[in-house]
């Protein structure tokens, strides 16, 4: 049997059985792969980080859009960087608020490959006349683009390594910042805090300096293993962190969502950090 093994903890990972190899191939950018398993369905993985799977892909989806977009409330501008498969899309055009999605995207292939091999990610969201995208540097596209304001950015990114490495940069905080409007929500995948502890406190060292309220929030996504990943929440207001469920709920009934994982009490719940996650973030707030 072909077998997947994951390698970005030294010691420590999971392994999946390729029962079709569906696609590989070194894109511009990083080495793709994409396989059939008998359990989690079709999986993309990049450069050996398995990044998404169709059985479990609504978990992540759906905790990265659907909170700061609940806890905005009227988002009308969104800004996705990376988000190649289109999961982040799909779920942000689910809401009728939303007039315009700019995607910046590194990597032309994995759009193209993700539409051919994992089309109910995107599920058509990548021909909505409210889509622009563009391929190019999300850094850069950050740091110069002359557009519009937006209400809430979301960073879909790879981990720490790569062609990642960049979207966790102070840079890249500081271009998310100069393109949110004042009440905006800025969010970007974390990593598993338990595997990638130092990655939290990196993050929360260079986001704060850029925004009044600096946290995390968690979600469990099977093929993230390790335990909890950590998602960071960026904004001027902390009020928009902290909602009660009364709001959130109306705001859920009326975006008309039918989710699998999000729910305005776990959206609540997931502010609250384990305590060993509270600590680490201590960590980072007295000087290195
Ligand atoms: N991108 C984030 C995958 C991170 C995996 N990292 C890890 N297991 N530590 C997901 C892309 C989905 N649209």
Not at 38 to 45: K, Q, S
Not at 140 to 159: G, K, L, N
Not at 207 to 224: C, K
Not at 270 to 280: K, M, N, T
Request: contains cysteine.
């Amino acid at each position: 049997m072909n077998l997947f093994t994951e390698t970005l903890s030294d010691g420590y990972g999971q392994t999946l059985s390729i029962d079709e190899l569906l696609f590989e191939q070194h894109t511009e950018h990083q080495h793709l792969i994409i396989f059939q398993n008998r359990f989690f369905g079709r999986v993309m993985a990049l450069d050996g980080i398995v990044q998404t799977t169709e059985r479990d892909e609504f978990i992540y989806h759906e905790m990265m859009v659907h909170v700061p977009m609940l806890a905005h409330g009227k988002a009308r501008r969104v800004l996705i960087i990376g988000g190649g498969d289109g999961g982040i899309l799909r779920e942000v055009l689910k809401h009728s608020s939303v007039e315009q999605v700019v995607q910046v995207e590194i990597d032309q292939a994995v759009i193209d490959l993700c539409k051919t091999y994992l089309p109910n990610h995107s599920a058509g969201a990548f021909d909505d006349p409210r889509v622009k995208i563009h391929i190019a540097d999300g850094v850069a596209f950050v740091r110069e683009a002359q557009v519009e304001t937006f209400d809430v950015i979301i960073s879909d990114c790879t981990d720490p390594v790569g062609p990642g490495e960049v979207l966790f940069s102070s840079e890249f905080y500081q271009g998310c910042q100069r393109l949110l409007n004042s009440n905006g929500i800025f969010v970007a995948q974390n990593g598993v805090v338990f595997m990638q502890p130092d990655e939290l406190i990196t993050t929360q060292r260079r986001l704060s300096p850029y925004f009044h309220d600096t946290r995390f929030y968690t979600v469990a996504v099977p093929t993230y293993v390790g335990g909890v990943m950590a998602l960071a929440w960026g904004c001027q207001d902390p009020q928009a962190a902290e909602l009660d469920i009364n709001t959130l709920e109306r705001r859920y009934l009326a975006a008309g969502l039918n989710c699998r994982y999000y729910t305005p009490a776990v959206h609540a719940a997931s502010f609250h950090l384990p305590a060993y996650i509270q600590q680490l973030l201590t960590k980072a707030s007295v000087s290195p």
